[in-house]
């Protein structure tokens, strides 16, 4: 689904990202755990354009989305394909993003009526579904500034998800909750998980790691330093690192 | 001293309506119109900028500092005594809404820019993120924020537009403050007057403060 | 709701621009020039094709050229210019400008002329051309009264003197040694006199009449007067002889039938001519 062949970014002189080689299958969930600063966000974020790499190849759908060196364009994209690529990832972050001026209802609807041209009787009954699916539906004509953080969280998830994307990305979804409303926001990623959807989820939550995760990923300053089944990384780390930011967190 | 007093209030009283109706009928339009076409240039100009939109980006850069660079009195007079030496002779009242509405357009464009620039970042990015093309996020997400914060200095550029059409006389537009400087020529009662002149313009600058306060409430509708 | 208040919106926009060009288009100059069917017409003819004379005027400097109580444009020199027109068989048009944009204005071609006190000097003479002499201004030194030092235009060295710039009577001010400050027209410059601003200001003796007609209780006074009086023409763009021309004949004539007299009477009571 998701191939990152050589990827390095560099703000300026800072090093951010170091020769990163990642695969993820369809269907599969890895979690992204590192220090801050390691660049795990920023990976994410190349994804959808939202950063740009400095140099090495993307694939999407085994389709090549991003070639570049020297912070330069080798396969360049017109910006209506890389508005597709982005209907293809839904993103989540850290700080939710609702749109305030727009109800719950309408934060949802506003893409695909735009982007896609859906009718608005079928995005309707789509969108109220999803709601009820991330169990907000009676607040649908309430504004976000209405709503807890992890209401705001779960209203975002379905927004991503009304645009049916084929992979989900989750930019440290629970990291700004109050520790009381991370569960809610957990729970409609598990049973995500448990739909088949591809996800790739930058995150501290170690124990949805444990869970939920096909493979769990560490990177510190830029590289990958460990890539296998969450027993292994968490149980018997290889590298002296993993172990180090294991232990500071768990 | 009272002959004098009954003489000025006698002349504020006859000159209540002329100036008034001036107001209203040469003021008012010329205000109007010239913030509806400086609005819309403003945002042309501030989106322009905001998308860096490469071909038109140092075209509008070079008229937002010629304009806000120069007097308006001088930009009135150019349009008006200057152009007809290359030919282009227009009238006052065209001239006039030229010269305000691509001074209140230079400007504006600047609060308008501010305003789209105070938009959390995040907005954009959440957008993009669903797919949403520049032009998309600027029309549904960010332009309805962003006006918001426009409010209070856009009402602030209206009702100093008010005043500012004081200076269409120069170019031959009789408006409001011309008339009183009519009556103050016949009567030499000059502070009267303009005072009086002065009340007028709170009257209608009040109405527009009144406006701008229901603006407000109106897009601060979203619970804040 | 929002389509509604836009659709609002654009209808009172719509209606503002519709009324406010019609009463716009009243009192502004015509942009077009009629098509001359003739290559080289010359301004008196174009002017009797359109049946208008159109003449630049301050509209705020009493008595000469001012708005009555009923906003009616009036003065002597509007009267004037009105008999003219007659007189050439067309209508005059009133052009309200500023001083300052004045000069402007006719280089811009906006109106053919100017009556508005204009002093017939050389300087000016050189870049246009003049009607003959339709007035004679005495310039008047105005002090306030209870200024006791200045009692002749020589006592203006080192003072403050309030004048219109690229007035005549700010040259006869700046040759005496003041100090100009410069003032849109007759009335601010009482304005800063009365409130002791400035020590003087110079201006037509008529003028400063008309003032003390309407304010007795004004706290100025004329110290002293020009010997040498000013002539004062109708002003217009050098390259328009015959228009100077006919003009020049309407005014001999009005002398002649006793129409100049007349209106010179019925301002000031006196023959202004001399």
Same mark, same amino acid.
């Given at each position: 689904?998701?191939?990152?062949?050589?990827?390095?970014?560099?703000?300026?002189?800072?090093?951010?990202?170091?020769?990163?080689?990642?695969?993820?299958?369809?269907?599969?969930?890895?979690?992204?755990?590192?220090?801050?600063?390691?660049?795990?966000?920023?990976?994410?974020?190349?994804?959808?354009?939202?950063?740009?790499?400095?140099?090495?190849?993307?694939?999407?759908?085994?389709?090549?989305?991003?070639?570049?060196?020297?912070?330069?364009?080798?396969?360049?994209?017109?910006?209506?394909?890389?508005?597709?690529?982005?209907?293809?990832?839904g993103m989540v972050f850290q700080?939710f993003?609702?749109?305030?001026?727009?109800?719950?209802?309408?934060?949802?609807?506003?893409?695909?009526?735009?982007?896609?041209?859906?009718?608005?009787?079928?995005?309707?009954?789509?969108?109220?579904?999803?709601?009820?699916?991330?169990?907000?539906?009676?607040?649908?004509?309430?504004?976000?500034?209405?709503?807890?953080?992890?209401?705001?969280q779960?209203?975002a998830i379905?927004r991503a998800?009304?645009?049916?994307?084929?992979?989900m990305l989750f930019d440290?979804p629970?990291?700004?909750?109050?520790?009381?409303?991370?569960?809610?926001?957990?729970?409609?990623?598990?049973?995500?998980?448990?739909?088949?959807?591809?996800?790739?989820?930058?995150?501290?939550?170690?124990?949805?790691?444990?869970?939920?995760?096909?493979?769990?990923?560490?990177?510190?300053?830029?590289?990958?330093?460990?890539?296998?089944?969450?027993?292994?990384?968490?149980?018997?780390?290889?590298?002296?690192?993993?172990?180090?930011?294991?232990?500071?967190?768990? | 001293?009272?002959?004098?007093?009954?003489?000025?209030?006698?002349?504020?009283?006859?000159?209540?309506?002329?100036?008034?109706?001036?107001?209203?009928?040469?003021? @008012?339009?010329?205000?109007?119109?010239?913030?509806?076409?400086?609005?819309?240039?403003?945002?042309?100009?501030?989106?322009?900028?905001?998308?860096?939109?490469?071909?038109?980006?140092?075209?509008?850069?070079?008229?937002?500092?010629?304009?806000?660079?120069?007097?308006?009195?001088?930009?009135?007079?150019?349009?008006?005594?200057?152009?007809?030496?290359?030919?282009?002779?227009?009238?006052?009242?065209?001239?006039?809404?030229?010269?305000?509405?691509?001074?209140?357009?230079?400007?504006?464009?600047?609060?308008?820019?501010?305003?789209?620039?105070?938009?959390?970042?995040?907005?954009?990015?959440?957008?993009?993120?669903?797919?949403?093309?520049?032009?998309?996020?600027?029309?549904?997400?960010?332009?309805?924020?962003?006006?918001?914060?426009?409010?209070?200095?856009?009402?602030?550029?209206?009702?100093?537009?008010?005043?500012?059409?004081?200076?269409?006389?120069?170019?031959?537009?009789?408006?409001?403050?011309?008339?009183?400087?009519?009556?103050?020529?016949?009567?030499?009662?000059?502070?009267?007057?303009?005072?009086?002149?002065?009340?007028?313009?709170?009257?209608?600058?009040?109405?527009?403060?009144?406006?701008?306060?229901?603006?407000?409430?109106?897009?601060?509708?979203?619970?804040? | 709701?929002?389509?509604?208040?836009?659709?609002?919106?654009?209808?009172?926009?719509?209606?503002?621009?519709?009324?406010?060009?019609?009463?716009?288009?009243?009192?502004?100059?015509?942009?077009?020039?009629?098509?001359?069917?003739?290559?080289?017409?010359?301004?008196?003819?174009?002017?009797?094709?359109?049946?208008?004379?159109?003449?630049?005027?301050?509209?705020?400097?009493?008595?000469?050229?001012?708005?009555?109580?009923?906003?009616?444009?009036?003065?002597?020199?509007?009267?004037?210019?009105?008999?003219?027109?007659?007189?050439?068989?067309?209508?005059?048009?009133?052009?309200?400008?500023?001083?300052?944009?004045?000069?402007?204005?006719?280089?811009?071609?906006?109106?053919?002329?100017?009556?508005?006190?204009?002093?017939?000097?050389?300087?000016?003479?050189?870049?246009?051309?003049?009607?003959?002499?339709?007035?004679?201004?005495?310039?008047?030194?105005?002090?306030?009264?209870?200024?006791?030092?200045?009692?002749?235009?020589?006592?203006?060295?080192?003072?403050?003197?309030?004048?219109?710039?690229?007035?005549?009577?700010?040259?006869?001010?700046?040759?005496?040694?003041?100090?100009?400050?410069? @003032?849109?027209?007759?009335?601010?410059?009482?304005?800063?006199?009365?409130?002791?601003?400035?020590?003087?200001?110079?201006?037509?003796?008529?003028?400063?009449?008309?003032?003390?007609?309407?304010?007795?209780?004004?706290?100025?006074?004329?110290?002293?007067?020009?010997?040498?009086?000013?002539?004062?023409?109708?002003?217009?763009?050098?390259?328009?002889?015959?228009?100077?021309?006919?003009?020049?004949?309407?005014?001999?004539?009005?002398?002649?039938?006793?129409?100049?007299?007349?209106?010179?009477?019925?301002?000031?009571?006196?023959?202004?001519?001399?």
């Open positions: 689904m998701i191939k990152i062949e050589n990827v390095y970014k560099s703000f300026g002189d800072l090093e951010v990202l170091k020769n990163i080689n990642l695969t993820i299958e369809a269907g599969e969930v890895v979690c992204i755990i590192g220090p801050s600063g390691s660049g795990k966000s920023t990976l994410l974020r190349s994804l959808n354009h939202l950063e740009r790499i400095t140099s090495g190849r993307i694939y999407i759908d085994d389709e090549l989305v991003d070639e570049r060196k020297n912070d330069k364009d080798i396969h360049k994209l017109s910006p209506k394909k890389v508005s597709e690529i982005c209907s293809e990832l700080r993003n609702l749109f305030p001026h727009m109800t719950v209802l309408e934060n949802v609807m506003l893409a695909p009526l735009s982007v896609k041209k859906v009718s608005k009787d079928d995005m309707l009954r789509e969108s109220l579904s999803l709601l009820e699916k991330v169990g907000l539906l009676d607040k649908k004509d309430e504004y976000p500034s209405k709503l807890s953080g992890g209401q705001q779960r209203v379905a998800l009304a645009m049916k994307p084929k992979i440290e629970t990291s700004a909750l109050d520790p009381e409303l991370v569960y809610e926001v957990l729970d409609v990623m598990k049973s995500l998980a448990k739909e088949g959807m591809t996800m790739l989820v930058v995150t501290h939550e170690m124990g949805f790691a444990k869970e939920v995760a096909d493979r769990v990923v560490f990177i510190d300053n830029g590289e990958i330093l460990e890539e296998d089944t969450p027993e292994n990384v968490f149980n018997n780390p290889s590298h002296e690192r993993t172990r180090a930011f294991l232990s500071r967190i768990i | 001293m009272d002959d004098r007093m009954a003489r000025v209030i006698g002349i504020l009283i006859d000159s209540f309506i002329p100036i008034l109706k001036a107001g209203l009928m040469y003021t @008012v339009p010329l205000t109007i119109i010239s913030f509806f076409f400086g609005m819309i240039i403003a945002f042309a100009v501030a989106i322009i900028r905001v998308t860096n939109f490469k071909p038109l980006t140092a075209i509008v850069k070079f008229y937002v500092w010629i304009v806000r660079g120069t007097p308006l009195l001088v930009q009135l007079f150019i349009i008006f005594y200057g152009l007809p030496t290359i030919g282009v002779t227009l009238d006052a009242f065209i001239s006039a809404i030229i010269g305000f509405s691509l001074s209140v357009g230079a400007y504006g464009s600047e609060t308008i820019r501010a305003a789209i620039l105070s938009v959390p970042k995040g907005q954009w990015e959440a957008a993009h993120a669903l797919g949403l093309s520049k032009f998309q996020a600027l029309r549904h997400i960010i332009l309805p924020q962003a006006i918001k914060v426009a409010i209070p200095p856009m009402a602030n550029s209206f009702i100093s537009l008010v005043k500012d059409t004081s200076l269409a006389a120069a170019i031959t537009y009789t408006e409001l403050f011309q008339v009183a400087q009519q009556i103050t020529a016949r009567t030499y009662e000059p502070l009267w007057l303009y005072l009086e002149a002065a009340f007028i313009y709170l009257m209608f600058c009040s109405v527009l403060s009144v406006l701008q306060s229901r603006l407000e409430v109106r897009f601060g509708k979203s619970g804040d | 709701m929002k389509k509604r208040i836009l659709l609002a919106t654009a209808i009172i926009m719509m209606l503002a621009l519709v009324f406010s060009g019609c009463s716009a288009a009243k009192q502004t100059t015509e942009a077009t020039a009629p098509a001359a069917e003739v290559k080289q017409e010359n301004l008196l003819e174009t002017i009797k094709a359109e049946g208008v004379i159109k003449i630049g005027t301050e509209g705020t400097y009493a008595p000469f050229t001012f708005h009555d109580k009923d906003g009616k444009l009036t003065g002597f020199d509007v009267e004037i210019a009105e008999e003219i027109a007659s007189r050439l068989g067309v209508k005059a048009e009133f052009i309200e400008t500023k001083w300052d944009g004045m000069f402007a204005g006719l280089d811009a071609k906006r109106f053919d002329a100017v009556a508005n006190q204009v002093t017939i000097r050389p300087d000016r003479l050189e870049k246009y051309d003049f009607s003959s002499p339709y007035i004679v201004s005495k310039a008047v030194l105005i002090a306030h009264s209870d200024n006791n030092e200045i009692k002749a235009f020589a006592d203006l060295k080192g003072k403050k003197s309030g004048q219109s710039l690229t007035s005549n009577l700010a040259e006869i001010a700046k040759s005496n040694g003041a100090e100009l400050v410069q @003032v849109d027209g007759f009335n601010q410059a009482l304005d800063l006199l009365t409130s002791k601003r400035i020590d003087a200001t110079i201006n037509d003796s008529l003028s400063f009449l008309d003032y003390k007609t309407q304010r007795p209780d004004a706290p100025i006074k004329v110290v002293a007067e020009m010997d040498t009086k000013d002539e004062i023409g109708i002003l217009f763009n050098k390259g328009n002889q015959e228009l100077v021309d006919a003009v020049n004949k309407a005014l001999a004539d009005m002398k002649a039938d006793g129409t100049y007299l007349k209106i010179s009477q019925k301002w000031f009571g006196e023959d202004v001519s001399k």
